[in-house]
């Protein structure tokens, strides 16, 4: 529904909710629901049923409300009165449209066992209940959230799948297999062994990330997707902290390969001539990702020994682009 059009609604009743009726019917329009309503429309002369026919069908009318109370659920049932000639009208319109929403029924009796009045044609529709005068206000309340078409709890847009989730754009089993296979290492040179080669195939799951000349959004997108890789790094940490005893060492090591594997384009292209600084930006923040997360999981086990040990060690980088001798000597946080 527009936001500035004013919605047109119909009251389908027996006279025994004349009360109820037109109280619902004036508290609606002077909250801009436009009502027709036979005591106001309906005039001497007038052919009553092609009023309720014409009510029913019309398109300008986007609700039409009917008021279940017993007289109103039996008249409809057995086909009496003005409620069932109503009757004859709706029910076609509800059975020839499985999810037709125009019709909405209004609980206005329930019996002596609690159980509400309602014809069998609209049983099984959802309705509003209006017989009870605690929850009164809060189904008036939905009530006129459905004719404007306001609800109060809104789906959501739908957005977009997470880039992350994209874990087909490298083949993570052999980093994670490895994993398994060094906390399941049962001497201390098949563990060193299994370290190594999980480097190695660490570097070797990175190599789809590398884009070269990439533009700054597509570089984002791009580290966000290494997010599963992150994680698996976290989880190699752990493993690492509960079979290594000097395991400071041996991730001071593994960082200061990794660096100076992921810093070198000849990593990702041997035959590379050229390059863009940037196109490695997402190795280096990837890395730096990974020491602060080391460093927050040290600090969480209180390992503090280990974090001087990651913070003070003489990490030898190489700065050339292109791989080759080292050229400077870096002391990460040092003095």
Known sequence: MQDDKIPKIFISYSWSSDALVLDLANRLVSHGVDVVLDKWDLKEGNDKYEFMERCVNDSSITKVLIICDKAYAQKANDRTGGVGDETVIISSEVYGNARQEKFIPIIAERDEEGKEYVPTYIKTRIYIDLSDPEKYEVEYEKLLRNIYEKPQFVKPKLGKKPEWLEEEKANFFPVKDLIRQIRGSNTPVKRRNCIARFQEAYIEALRSYYICGVKPEEAFNNFLNTKPLRDIYLDFVETVAETEDNYAEVLAEAFEYLYNKLSCIK????????????????????????????????????????????????????????????DNIYILFGE
Do not use: M, S
């Open 267 to 326: 990593t990702f292209d041997p035959q590379a001539n050229y390059a863009y600084e940037d196109d490695l930006d997402v190795y280096k923040t990837l890395l730096w990702e990974l020491f602060i997360c080391v460093i927050a999981y040290l600090r969480h086990v209180k390992d503090y020994a280990a974090i001087n040990v990651l913070i003070t060690y003489t990490y030898f980088l190489e700065n050339n682009l292109f791989g080759g001798a080292i």
